[in-house]
T-cell receptor, first 114, second 112 residues
Framework: GENVEQHPSTLSVQEGDSAVIKCTYS??????FPWYKQELGKGPQLIID?????GEKKDQRIAVTLNKTAKHFSLHITETQPEDSAVYFC?????????????FGKGTMLLVSP | NAGVTQTPKFQVLKTGQSMTLQCAQD?????MYWYRQDPGMGLRLIYY???????DKGEVPNGYNVSRLNKREFSLRLESAAPSQTSVYFC???????????FGNGTRLTVT
């Protein structure tokens, strides 16, 4: 099955700085890479996703890049704000026996200080 | 439009007791999932249902059973709870494979 490694486990930045979270995956057949944000006491919520036929995708202050050759993808948040503080999870599709499920990284706790 | 609704929000069980976690979605999604979240372990897939009438094991299925009652509802049952099943359980749904997951707000389960 798929294996997803996520780094760093914690990240502290000052408001206005950029934050980068990196993930690597093991299965070259993976073709869908979403990122989720989880606030305290809530379920994860999709913030951006990318498919294997695209190298980069942006949505306002958030961007994701994908390097299929190296099997890694990254989340970039620019001009961070205190409300960006949360736990972020990357995931990669696990094609497995035919139906594709998602395998998640262990998460990154992002703390944005005012 | 409530999205994915999980009940109960909190539960405390004694070792050996049984219980069923309920999940319902109102988005007409085909696929539903149960994940558990433990500190430092991320989200791990317990069981999933690709479509109504089918269920399959995920990464950590031991000690659990599931039922896809209809297109809207997907329940998770613990027949004989163990302390190792203390966790936060999330139900999710999606239109299909490789499409965004929509999560409920979780059930926090403690087994003593």
């Amino acid at each position: 099955g798929e294996n997803v490694e996520q780094h760093p486990s914690t990240l502290s930045v000052q408001e206005g700085d950029s934050a980068v979270i990196k993930c690597t995956y093991s299965d070259s057949a993976s073709n869908y890479f979403p990122w989720y944000k989880q606030e305290l006491g809530k379920g994860p919520q999709l913030i951006i996703d990318i498919r294997s036929n695209v190298g980069e995708k942006k949505d306002q202050r958030i961007a994701v890049t994908l390097n299929k050759t190296a099997k890694h993808f990254s989340l970039h948040i620019t001009e961070t704000q205190p409300e960006d503080s949360a736990v972020y999870f990357c995931a990669a599709s696990d094609v497995g026996s035919g139906y594709s499920t998602l395998t998640f990284g262990k998460g990154t706790m992002l703390l944005v200080s005012p | 439009n409530a999205g994915v609704t999980q009940t109960p929000k909190f539960q405390v069980l004694k070792t050996g007791q049984s219980m069923t976690l309920q999940c319902a979605q109102d988005m007409n999604h085909n696929s539903m999932y149960w994940y558990r979240q433990d500190p430092g372990m991320g989200l791990r897939l317990i069981y999933y249902s690709a479509s109504e009438g089918t269920t399959d094991k995920g990464e950590v299925p031991n000690g659990y059973n599931v039922s896809r009652l209809n297109k809207r509802e997907f329940s998770l049952r613990l027949e004989s709870a163990a302390p190792s099943q203390t966790s936060v359980y999330f139900c999710a749904s999606s239109v299909a494979a490789n499409s965004p997951l929509h999560f409920g707000n979780g059930t926090r389960l403690t087994v003593t």
